[in-house]
């Protein structure tokens, strides 16, 4: 005799490959700013962030309906951003030095009634100009961890390493982080 309840319970029991894999406007749609956001995190220039996210959705669009849920769908772009970024570094690196025609970024026009868009913008650039002192695998399992909220299996997960591998570049990328914080306090005169 089956009751109402048995058919989600079997859906919460069913193995990851019967999952429905989700369409990639949803995908798209869903996690595109947590995308770009990483991309940021991870050192991304603002000026090649919209191309480095669109690399990204290209890897995704090919491989979605292999996705095999072995991970959150979070977890799986976030693995995807950091091999896209890696080789956005790579490229750079082995490109010749372009020109110096250097264009400012544009700041978004903030009304100065309010103090605390200002106050957030300033935020973010400290925190941008901190985490580009860290490796790039300190970085990563920082972003995650720290301002993604992921838990630290799936960081793990995310960065292909073990868990106390996770473990021990989060509390190295932690201690530089406030090394950092302090050294910019001190600098500034603030407490």
Do not use: N
């Not at 896209?84 to 970024?105: E, G, H, I």
């Not at 913008?121 to 941008?128: F, P, S």
């Amino acid at each position: 005799m089956t009751t109402a309840g048995e058919p989600a319970a079997a859906a919460v029991a069913a193995p990851a490959a019967t999952r429905a894999t989700p369409a990639f406007a949803d995908v798209y749609r869903d996690h595109a700013p947590f995308v770009w956001r990483v991309l940021r995190r991870l050192g991304v220039a603002p000026a090649e962030v919209e191309d480095a996210c669109q690399e990204v959705f290209l890897v995704v669009h090919r491989k979605l309906a292999g996705f095999e849920h072995r991970s959150s769908l979070r977890t799986w772009l976030y693995g995807i951003a950091v091999h896209c970024a890696s080789d956005l570094r790579r490229r750079v690196r082995r490109s010749p030095a372009a020109p110096a025609t250097v264009v400012a970024p544009v700041e978004p026009a903030v009304d100065p009634a309010q103090p605390a868009s200002v106050a957030q913008r300033q935020a973010r650039a400290v925190l941008d100009e901190i985490l580009d002192q860290l490796d790039h695998d300190k970085r990563a399992v920082f972003v995650l961890y720290e301002l993604e909220e992921l838990t630290m299996a799936e960081v793990a997960g995310a960065v292909g390493c073990p868990l106390q591998t996770a473990y021990s570049r989060l509390h190295a990328a932690r201690a530089a982080v406030e090394a950092a914080v302090k050294r910019r306090r001190a600098r500034e005169g603030t407490p």
